[in-house]
């Protein structure tokens, strides 16, 4: 009897565990309708240009509702004023969007985030995770703009395993191309980031990484190792995409 007992425990235990899984499929359908509306698309805006908008990069929405998070590297570094271009976020669906201006509030070259601000009704914001609680084999998820505004304002949700918590360090070619910063910064403590085994595309720069069942954002895609050039992301993605953990993400949104 005390066997049998046993026994019984055991098989409802592991029928418990697979009802539930790492991730349900329920839990990763109401996460993407839940995250889908915080996602802007970031970029320029010049009425004379054909197209108006330049994609430059994925954001999403934080805070009060009116400012957002993206890589530095996808925040325009020059923009023609003489022809009134703005850099900002267009929000919307399909081919019915809208620009809104913004201005930048802080930028975090070194871990390439990105803090702007826009104006207007205030959008649905993301809250920030606790990327320290994160483990190796966790279930994520990454939703943002691989493709650009080619198809119009979708946004695409890949699902992302963590594959690993590791310290990166991006070389030169040789001694020669070290310059000051770069020699100190490799006094420093290497920087730790998330690695996904999801395959991000160059328009992902600056997507949320994010808990499907808190639907709270751990990281920021960053970098993309692609085969070949950049044009051939699409047609020869490697499957190794990075984030930048959520933590710098909250010491960026303290320095206004």
């Not at 934080?62 to 325009?76: F, K, R, S, W, Y």
């Not at 207007?120 to 691989?146: V, W």
């Not at 190792?225 to 984030?243: C, M, N, Q, R, W």
């Amino acid at each position: 009897m005390p066997n049998l007992f046993r026994r019984t425990l055991l098989l409802a235990g592991l029928a418990l565990l697979c009802l539930s899984g790492p991730v349900g499929a329920a839990d990763m359908v109401r996460a993407i309708a839940a995250v889908k509306p915080s996602i802007v698309a970031v970029g320029s805006y010049m009425r004379t240009r054909s197209p108006s908008v330049n994609f430059s990069g994925t954001g999403f929405v934080v805070g009060d509702g009116l400012d957002i998070i993206t890589n530095a590297h996808v925040i325009p570094p020059f923009v023609d004023t003489e022809k009134n271009e703005q850099v900002g976020i267009v929000v919307g669906a399909g081919d019915q969007f809208e620009f809104r201006p913004a201005i930048s509030v802080q930028l975090d070259r070194e871990h390439d985030l990105a803090h702007i601000r826009v104006g207007g009704k205030p959008l649905p914001a993301l809250a920030i995770g606790d990327a320290g609680s994160l483990a190796e084999g966790q279930q994520l998820a990454f939703t943002g703009f691989p493709l650009g505004m080619v198809l119009g304002l979708h946004p695409v949700t890949h699902h992302a395993m963590l594959s690993a918590i590791t310290p990166i360090v991006i070389p030169s070619i040789s001694a020669r191309q070290l310059d000051a910063r770069q020699i100190a910064n490799l006094k420093k403590p290497p920087l730790t980031i998330l690695q996904l085994d999801g395959t991000a595309y160059p328009g992902n720069s600056g997507s949320p990484v994010y808990d499907p069942e808190t639907r709270a954002v751990v990281g920021v895609i960053n970098m993309v190792f692609v085969k070949g050039l950049k044009e051939t992301a699409i047609t020869s993605p490697s499957g190794i995409t990075y984030a930048i953990p959520a933590t710098f993400i909250r010491d960026l949104l303290q320095q206004k």
